[in-house]
């Protein structure tokens, strides 16, 4: 009954035209940590946050259709996804998590692009959206231009974009190798991380996360201990999560 009630509020407000925060009372978009994942629900799949420690995961969206790939800003208050249902294409969404709006980067008819992958570049100023077209390019928010494809110069940090890298400066990324994950450095030098694991990501700049089945383990990169994210209770198939770390302290004076 309350799953019923809480569809047909953001229903009717989506009608309106009205939003709300979708993390109010649980965190502050911005200046708290948090992280954001699919999960399935009985219309499809949907995106859901949850704090560092665990604890219940906070519904964040609620279509009647399928979202995937959600990447968070680097700033930490927009959550970029796409969107897709049965006999439709896919698209590509925002949704600001301190006002609970939503926008569409949407793809010129023209170009004949489906989107695959999204992500933000690291100054958090532009969207790249890999596509069977090419790698196109958005003026994040609050900004609005005509998407274009990305140019020669900037096919290297477009595509690095996409990676998951690790370490601060960063040193290695993440990439899946066989049925896991392994790192692989500048050198090109492959290493295994995690045997039967799943969509890796960056946990901070000190540690990197990744799922095994419905488990997500946090491992530091540096001295610490492997931890497991409890929640309760526990979503349906959880995966590609994206986390933010939290704003930095301010520079004491």
């Known amino acids: 009954m309350r799953r019923d009630v809480r569809s047909l509020l953001a229903a009717l407000l989506a009608v309106s035209g009205c939003s709300l925060p979708p ?7 911005g200046r708290d940590a948090y992280a954001v994942f699919v999960a399935d629900t009985p219309g499809g799949s949907d995106l859901f946050a949850v704090l560092p420690a665990g604890g219940s995961p906070v519904q964040l ?4 259709v399928a979202e995937s790939s959600p990447k968070l800003s680097p700033d930490g208050t927009t959550v970029l996804f796409l969107r897709s249902g ?12 301190l006002s609970g709006n939503e926008r ?5 008819r023209a170009w004949k692009a ?3 992958r999204s992500a933000w570049s690291r100054d958090g100023r532009m969207v790249y959206v890999r ?3 090419g790698t196109a390019r958005f003026a994040a928010p609050p900004a609005r231009s005509a998407p274009g494809f990305v140019n020669a110069p900037e096919a290297a940090q477009a595509d690095s974009s996409f990676l998951v890298l690790v370490g601060a400066p960063a040193f290695a990324a993440v990439t899946a190798c066989g049925k896991g994950i392994c790192t692989v450095g500048a050198d090109g ?4 991380l995690a045997a039967s694991a799943r969509d890796a990501t960056r946990w901070g700049a000190d540690s990197v996360g990744w799922f ?5 383990t946090i491992r530091p990169l540096g001295p610490g201990h492997v931890r497991i994210l409890e929640w309760s209770p526990a979503p349906a198939n959880p995966r590609e999560l994206t986390y933010f770390p939290g704003a930095p302290p301010p520079p004491s004076s």
Do not use: D, I, M, Q
Request: zero cysteines; hydrophobic letters at 30%; a negative charge.
């Open 104 to 108: 569409e980067l949407v793809l010129p």
């Open 131 to 133: 596509t069977s077209a």
């Open 23 to 29: 993390l109010r009372g649980k965190a502050e978009p």
């Open 189 to 192: 030098v492959s290493t295994p």
């Open 61 to 64: 969206t609620y279509s009647p």
């Open 114 to 116: 489906e989107p695959e």
């Open 86 to 97: 049965p006999g439709t294409h896919r698209s590509v969404w925002l949704l600001n998590l």
């Open 212 to 216: 095994e089945g419905e488990r997500f």
